[in-house]
């Protein structure tokens, strides 16, 4: 769709603009709707790359931050922080000109350009220049591609680094009062990143009680008396304002199991001080060292075996929960949901292969994966199935066969077309009864075996 303005407008820019978007109005309305919005992606990626190479010209001639931030605040329409977005990615664009090409060519979009430019602001400009992090954004979703870009920032990190920050951030803690636009009260806490996990996990645990005492998933979400935010909120009241000698064995009480636990991947060289790199918890966010040696002191520490590509050790089970041993391995593995990233704690292990379909799919580990709530439910929803790509080392989602569904989806279900999945990885032949443990015909003779 070509479009040109050399028609008489003179230097106005709202006609300008105007006459464009005539004229991209009359082509949009001869289109199907996932035509058109996929029309206006690529002119909003194109518009994003051209703003950036023009604040990009800014940086290049030593204007400042504030300087760039200010030009875009320019229309009074802006908010500080959108100004701070758009700034930071022509501040990545300064640096990597190439960034603002991929924008134009359609290989990037915005959102994933600003996941590069906030990973640049964070490690000095060096993401913005990294080719093996720009293709591995470009490649998967925005929220893979955050987890991507916050292993790349992390391991760039040292542990003094990460030290500073939490001793600045304990420094700065507190909390206040204040009134929401919708009219709701609310309590605001803010502190270091380990403090808040603490508190977050609490509340989580809670509303996990919450949500089995309102019938779990043996209700349909949509007939739970409450949503997951009201649920979240009386956890959260109720563990505030509960009396702390109440019977611990008591419904009001108990804990979920993952509550109040910090899952931390360390080396034994860290563990000894002899490396200085830092510490990670599960989710990739670095642990200062004052808090490691802190939880030390009363840490159960288990061991986990991966492979060259990351793969867990297989381990298997003849029931369809996950034990916690298990659990923990998923937490070590995956860190939070495979999908969008979402906190551990909002996980359930959920089975490749699923445990009722004609495949009957083990509780081993290599046939689990973490999902949160929100993407478990789409997953069953859309009839998908879950699956590690190794070429891109993501996971990705495709259409499940008959083989791979429960029972009640399959008339659902078309047959697939021969070699339509040819390039997915083969599945074992169902075994004919729940006998012994089933080894994936794919695996290695030569494993270590199972540490749990």
Known sequence: MA????????????????????????????????????????????????????????????????????????DGKTSKQEAK??????????????????????????????????????????????STLINDVAQTSPEQGRKKATKFVNERRSS????????????????????????????TFHGDDHSINQMEASVAGQADIEYRDDGGRDVPHGKHPRTNDQRG?????????SNTDQNPASPTTRRSRRANVVHVNVTPDQLLGNDPSPILTADGTPLPRSVFDEICCDADIIGHIFSGDGELLWQSRMKRLATPAQINGLIARDGGCVLCSAHHNECVAHHLLPWEAPGQGETNIDNLAFLCGDCHTRLHQRKQTLFYDRRSKTWKTRAATIHELPPENQHHQKKPAPGQYRNMPALAAPPAERTKPRLDQARSNARLGALF
């Open 85 to 130: 977005k758009r700034a930071s990615r022509a501040k990545a664009t300064n640096a990597n000109p190439g960034i603002a090409d991929k924008l134009d060519s359609g290989e990037l979009s915005a959102e994933q350009a600003d996941i590069i430019a906030k990973a640049a602001a964070e490690t000095d400009g060096a993401a913005a220049c990294d």
């Open 160 to 187: 003094a680094d990460v030290q500073a920050k939490h001793d600045r951030q304990r420094i700065l803690r507190g909390w206040y009062k204040h009134r929401l636009p919708n009219g709701n009260a609310a309590i």
């Open 3 to 74: 479009t040109s303005f050399d028609l008489p407008l003179g230097n106005d820019p709202a006609l300008v603009a105007t006459d464009a978007m005539v004229r991209i109005d009359a082509e949009l309305a001869h289109v199907p709707a996932k035509t058109a919005l996929l029309i206006i992606e690529f002119c909003r990626n194109r518009l994003a790359a051209s703003e950036a190479r023009v604040l990009a010209d800014r940086y290049e001639n030593g204007a400042s931050d504030r300087d760039v931030e200010d030009l875009v605040l320019g």
């Open 233 to 241: 909120f009386d956890a959260a009241h109720k563990l505030m304002t």
